[in-house]
């Protein structure tokens, strides 16, 4: 069984990868892989094919009207206030609805054969930092913890500014990856919205594709400074999400 | 098979304690300071709806479903006190599925799944899969129909089909769905591509 484990590993590997849960580094060679191994690919085919018709065909079972009522009955409280969800319920249901929502979700893990949409992969990417436990991978408001954070673990790190004094409060940065490319991600508060701001080489081999306004009701900024083309990605008011991109594109740039 | 050594984002990371933890509004501390009714609003009822389909699941009907879910949400009222942050939808789910199970063992004994099941299944899953086996093409998964797959899904033992689900269909990550079944993320992963393997082949076959 030697073999067949190696074999066993690399399966799972590829599940982990369509379901975005590998660094970077483990992302990468999964890939190359699924690129050598016909078994590998056949194995995501089956996979996509799989979450695709679960995401599109599998009925969902409503909740019984009155459920939460009763339940709120029960354990003693008369008060029928509001449950008023935290932000970290609030965002992980918003997002739970986008996926549902959303079908263009699947081109994230983009087959050979489709070309990758940025912004779909992009927005794709924020739901899933919305949906996890942290939305980053570093946590600092601090931009001279977050800027080092990213050398050497993605050939250029981003610009990062502070936008805190303008209520765009900085909240930390991770690497998500387009296509097979690690890309690097700023996440920055306004109020209760998260905007994830990410860097994509602008001369990549990614096709735009289509550049929308908005995917999935979460709103698209992106514009092309020294190289890079940034994407803000945000369920903010799109009038807002144009401020933040114009205040960090007239910010200062030092470090 | 040693798997808990594979690379996973949200074990390696997340791992690291409360330092590593996201400070935003409302999540500071969602619960602190609060009576124990408020406590629950917060943490508890913002997941009733998945709480609700996740026990679906576990049960197949609806009755058995809303019981469990209601006896569920009082074992989470008395624990509210326990819960010490983290993710609140992991937390609630985890209860559920503990109260499904039991219920199930009081209520429905027929339809348990024993430990020594479960232990079968463990077993299963360490033995190679066959890759000669039915490996159908992605185009004809696309065909099935919602009736058969919601059969196909009824149809997997309860450790593949509550992982299955919760990542498929309720959308939690490796760490979360690790959390709320109780298992390391490496069997979390193992028994994700063996239920989707199984789904695969019963829906195709």
Aim: proline residues 6%; glycine residues 6%.
């Amino acid at each position: 069984m030697t073999h067949s484990k190696s074999d066993d590993n690399s399966v799972l590997l590829v599940h982990a990868y369509l379901d975005g849960e590998l660094d970077p580094a483990n992302a990468l060679g999964i890939a190359q892989r699924m690129n050598q191994e016909p078994a590998l690919a056949a194995e995501a085919e089956r996979i996509k094919a799989l979450q695709q018709l679960i995401h599109e065909r599998l009925p969902r079972e409503t909740t019984p009207p009155g459920l939460a009522a009763r339940i709120e009955a029960s354990i003693g409280g008369t008060k029928r206030q509001h449950a008023r969800p935290s932000w970290r319920a609030m965002a992980a249901s918003i997002a739970v609805t986008a996926m549902l929502a959303s079908g263009s979700t699947w081109l994230v893990v983009g087959s050979q054969q489709q070309p990758i949409m940025v912004a779909d992969a992009l927005v794709a990417d924020h739901i899933r930092g919305l949906m996890a436990t942290e939305p980053v991978d570093v946590v600092s408001s601090d931009r001279h913890t977050v800027k080092p954070w990213f050398n050497g673990r993605i050939p250029n790190s981003p610009r990062v500014v502070d936008l805190g004094k303008e209520d765009f409060p900085l909240i930390g940065g991770r690497i998500d990856v387009v296509g097979q490319t690690p890309v690097s991600t700023l996440v920055y508060r306004r109020a209760k919205h998260m905007i994830s701001l990410t860097a994509v080489p602008a001369d990549s081999h990614f096709e735009l594709g289509r550049v929308p306004k908005s995917v999935n009701g979460y709103n698209v900024v992106h514009w092309t400074e020294n190289g890079l083309t940034y994407w803000a990605i945000s369920d903010l008011e799109v009038k807002e999400l144009e401020d933040f991109a114009h205040l960090f594109r007239t910010s200062q740039t030092e470090l | 098979m040693s798997i808990t050594s594979l690379p996973v984002r949200t074990g390696a990371i997340k791992s690291e304690g409360p330092t590593m933890r996201l400070v935003a509004p409302g999540a500071q501390d969602p619960i602190g300071g609060l009576d124990d009714n408020a406590r629950f609003r917060n943490v508890v009822m913002p997941h009733i709806d998945e709480a609700y389909r996740l026990a679906h699941w576990i049960t197949g009907n609806r009755s058995d479903a809303e019981d469990v879910v209601q006896d569920a949400s009082l074992r989470a009222f008395r624990a509210i006190r326990e819960f010490a942050g983290g993710s609140p939808r992991s937390w609630v789910l985890s209860i559920v599925r503990n109260t499904a199970y039991s219920w199930l063992r009081k209520n429905r004994p027929a339809t348990v799944v024993t430990v020594e099941d479960l232990e079968a299944v463990e077993l299963e899953q360490s033995s190679p899969d066959n890759t000669n086996s039915v490996t159908p093409e992605a185009a004809l998964i696309a065909k099935v129909d919602a009736e058969r797959l919601h059969a196909a899904i009824a149809a997997l033992p309860s450790p593949f089909r509550e992982t299955l689900v919760l990542r498929d269909v309720e959308g939690l990550d490796y760490r979360e769905i690790a959390e709320a079944t109780d298992v390391p993320i490496g069997t979390v992963m193992s028994r994700l591509a063996r239920a989707r393997r199984r789904l695969v082949t019963i829906i195709s076959g």
